[in-house]
């Protein structure tokens, strides 16, 4: 499907609050490969414009996951790869001391990016409907539904009505020692608390049945059954994504000061 995780806000943020944790040493390194865009956290949002012409990057953002297979290490990746090998390809890339400027340019805008996506939960989804892009919702009783995924792409972010880097500001609060544990963290568990996460993110009640407000064709969803999600819902949420924001911001820190040192 079509991935846009986070959408720009929630992108640009995480690599700006990985920025700002960077060593000195890995800023130096940093800087360069980011400055053709402005900065690192703009550096992050070349990812999703470039897979309109590199097709066979689309499948990068994301893994599928049956109810029944929880192990992400198992995950059965397209031919040309999915989130969790694109990720593990890229730090290749960027540590590899005989690839260019260019390859490295790259890899570090797709790794900065991938961190994003991989703490979406979203991105870690059920392949039936395809990340929540077949589940169908209304924001705040409005007249056309949405998707779960455009849910938390965009609207649990842009309800919070601030910039990307007021954002940043208002999260940048995080204790060092937790810091150190969440980078201690490998990509599968980042992964595996993503789809842990689903319990609480599909909306559920008696009024709530995904199975069904999601499915493959929305003319056969009835509207008695498409939930609407308000103030209760982002009540919930907003500390999930946040943190979420958080702990991507920390994790690619460490991985580009570890590379960096």
């Known amino acids: 499907f079509n991935a846009n995780a986070w959408w720009d806000t929630g992108h640009e943020m995480v690599c700006s609050e990985a920025y700002n944790l ?3 040493a890995a800023k130096k390194a940093v800087d360069p490969l980011s400055e053709a865009e402005g900065s690192f956290g703009r550096s992050c949002l070349w990812a999703d414009w470039v897979k309109r012409e590199r097709k066979d990057t689309r499948d990068w953002h994301y893994i599928n996951l049956s109810d029944d297979q929880q192990d992400v290490s198992l995950a ?18 960027l540590k590899n001391s005989q690839t260019s400027f260019l390859q490295k340019q790259e890899a570090l805008w797709f790794i900065g990016h991938f961190v994003g996506d991989i703490h979406q939960p979203m991105h870690v ?10 589940c169908y919702v209304k924001w705040f009783n409005s007249r056309w539904p949405t998707t779960l995924h455009a849910v938390w792409d965009t609207k649990l972010i842009d309800f919070t009505k601030y910039s990307y880097s007021e954002y ?12 150190k544990s969440w980078q201690q ?15 609480l993110i599909y909306p559920s009640s008696p009024a709530a049945d995904a199975s ?8 056969s969803i ?4 498409i939930p609407s999600l308000s103030f ?6 907003r500390p999930i994504m946040e943190l979420r924001l958080q702990q991507a911001g920390v994790r690619l820190a460490g991985i580009l000061n570890t590379i960096y040192g």
């Open 232 to 237: 209760a819902y982002i009540y919930h949420m």
């Open 212 to 219: 069904k407000y999601c499915g493959r064709d929305r003319k």
């Open 76 to 93: 059965r990746c397209p031919e040309n790869g999915c989130l969790i090998q694109a990720f593990h390809d890229q730090v290749k890339v």
């Open 222 to 225: 009835l509207d008695k059954d």
């Open 125 to 134: 989804g059920y392949p039936e409907d395809l990340g929540g892009n077949r």
């Open 168 to 179: 940043v500001d208002y999260l940048d609060h995080i204790a060092e020692s937790t810091s």
């Open 185 to 199: 963290d490998g990509i599968e568990t980042w992964l595996k608390e993503s789809r842990r996460l689903h319990a």
């Open 22 to 24: 960077l060593s000195p």
